[in-house]
């Protein structure tokens, strides 16, 4: 076997790969991009009194720290034809985009806590 020895096996397996590249044919119901999700605290501390009584015998103290994330995202419905431009080789594209926006803010109540300081002169508790 002189052949394989130096390679030559003419019954050697191989393999081709003939895929072609991945082309993206459409996208359909895209109208938004999430584009990012910001995780957010928030201290409260209300302090209330009563006129002319001091606040260690009346009023109450609470503090409450809200835990919460907001979403950041981009509006597609609108696009047209006129914010996408190729290239000339028509390697590249070119997208404008509108302006990002922000939802409402999603509490999350796992993460959120309140605490009542003081009430009427009473030690702290929960």
Known sequence: M?????????????QIDGSQPTLLKSIQNVRRFQAAVGNFEKVIYIEDDIAGVPAIIA?????FVAAGTVNAYVDLS???DRDLELSPDGKTA??????SQL??????FDRSSAARVRESGRSPHR
């Open 59 to 63: 009023g109450r103290r609470t503090l």
């Open 2 to 14: 002189a052949a394989a020895r130096f390679g030559l096996d003419p019954f050697q397996e191989r």
């Open 78 to 80: 609108g696009l047209t």
């Open 94 to 99: 070119t997208v404008r985009l509108p302006d």
């Open 103 to 108: 939802e409402k803010p999603n509490l999350d």
